[in-house]
């Protein structure tokens, strides 16, 4: 079983950054994908970047493509999301999920909030 703990979110003004990481620990080799996600109050869970333990892949929703890069450190089993020129409607609680695919994310994190103020 993997277990994630996600970190590094917090407060910040509008157009500031926050990188949030996110340690992998357990049986990591059964993992292929890790992917980032956030839920507003009351709005469904979004996805927003993926990237993959093997050869380099990433992919990131249209929302934040250009302002979020989501990285890895292999020697760590940590995932990062350097997140830039954040906005007020970026607020939401923030998980990230592993998974064997990149469709299919069966271990979850506790999540970390990010509040971005205006």
């Known amino acids: 079983q993997v277990q994630l703990v996600e970190s590094g979110g917090g407060l910040v003004q509008t157009g500031g950054s926050l990188r949030l990481s996110c340690a992998a620990s357990?049986?990591?080799?059964?993992?292929?994908?890790m992917g980032w996600f956030r839920q507003a109050p009351g709005k469904e869970r979004e996805f927003l970047a993926r990237i993959t333990w093997g050869a380099p892949s990433t992919y990131y929703s249209d929302s934040v493509k250009g302002r979020f890069t989501i990285s890895r450190d292999n020697a760590k089993n940590t995932v990062y999301l350097q997140m830039n020129s954040l906005k007020p409607e970026d607020t939401a609680v923030y998980y990230c999920a592993s998974g064997p695919t990149v469709y299919n994310y069966n271990i979850w994190g506790q999540g970390t909030q990010v509040t971005v103020s205006s």
């Open positions: 357990g049986r990591t080799f059964s993992s292929y994908a």
